[in-house]
């Protein structure tokens, strides 16, 4: 079977899944709604391919039909996409002519902004694959963190609120006791959020990068605390060094970081850390 691709001087998008209409067209609906950009709106310009032809297309299925790009990139609505509930978006880059094209996905309301872009090369492909999430999808590019200094009687007032089932209870302790401990009325903070955190600890599990530290306390819960804030908001980050306390009495000092709701001061995750052997211990 010969597969074209059309050209129209548009983005295109490849529906190669035909398993479900109402989650394509939920998913077109989604990826062409206006995106504001804080100086205007925008609009994903799409050509929609909904040709049972195309069904089952892969990423090297695509570098064999675009034999000579332009186009230089195609988005494709997957077999993937309708199973996601954020029906995220296969982008192809059909400039590179491999059997194994690179490619990253894009969240349905990012896609103004990555087509836009893509489409007068103001911003190359690599640039969004750079920045996707731990799960490989494009949700718009991290904002510059802003400062905030937190008031110290507040966070401790806030403590008793947190979730004993989301924090540990001994890194509550080494958290209230760091933050007893503080020499200052006012506590820096960054404004943070929390998909991005996730992200940030999930890169780091997975590169073992906390392998020198002597102790860790918390980790596995702050992931998992930050995944289930997901989108709901922004946090605040602080940190401290760990003031001696009965869960760590053993053990090299170290350093506190804490995660509070921006609004309640209520601390979201915990994580402390062991300074690595070696370190001083005082």
């Not at 302790?173 to 503080?182: C, D, H, K, M, P």
Request: proline share 8%; glycine share 6%.
């Amino acid at each position: 079977m010969t597969r074209t691709l059309p050209s129209t001087g548009e983005s295109l998008l490849v529906r190669t899944d035909f398993s479900d209409d109402e989650r394509w067209r939920a998913m077109v609906d989604a990826a062409t709604r206006p995106w504001d950009s804080g100086d205007g709106e925008y609009t994903a310009a799409l050509t929609l391919v909904d040709d049972p032809a195309f069904d089952g297309l892969t990423p090297a299925d695509v570098t064999e039909v675009v034999e000579n790009p332009p186009p230089y990139y195609v988005f494709l609505a997957d077999a993937d996409t309708m199973a996601d509930p954020e029906r995220s978006i296969l982008a192809v880059d059909t400039a590179d002519t491999s059997v194994d094209p690179p490619t990253f996905r894009v969240h349905p309301s990012q896609m103004p902004a990555v087509e836009n872009n893509l489409f007068i090369a103001n911003l190359g492909f690599d640039d969004f694959a750079s920045a996707v999430g731990a799960d490989g999808v494009f949700r718009g590019f991290t904002p510059p963190r802003t400062a905030r200094t937190l008031d110290k009687t507040a966070l401790l007032e806030a403590i008793d609120g947190s979730s004993a089932a989301a924090v540990p209870a001994d890194a509550i302790e080494i958290y209230r006791a760091s933050l007893t401990q503080w020499p200052r009325p006012g506590v820096d903070g960054l404004y943070v959020h929390a998909r991005d955190s996730h992200d940030e600890q999930v890169r780091r599990r997975q590169h073992n990068e906390y392998r020198y530290n002597s102790w860790v306390i918390g980790l596995d819960e702050t992931i998992t605390a930050l995944a289930d804030r997901g989108d709901s908001g922004q946090l605040v980050i602080a940190g401290f060094p760990t003031a001696v306390t009965a869960a760590i009495a053993d053990r090299p000092v170290g350093h506190c970081s804490v995660w509070v709701d921006s609004a309640t001061l209520v601390p979201v995750a915990v994580l402390a850390t062991g300074n690595p052997d070696g370190w001083p211990t005082a």
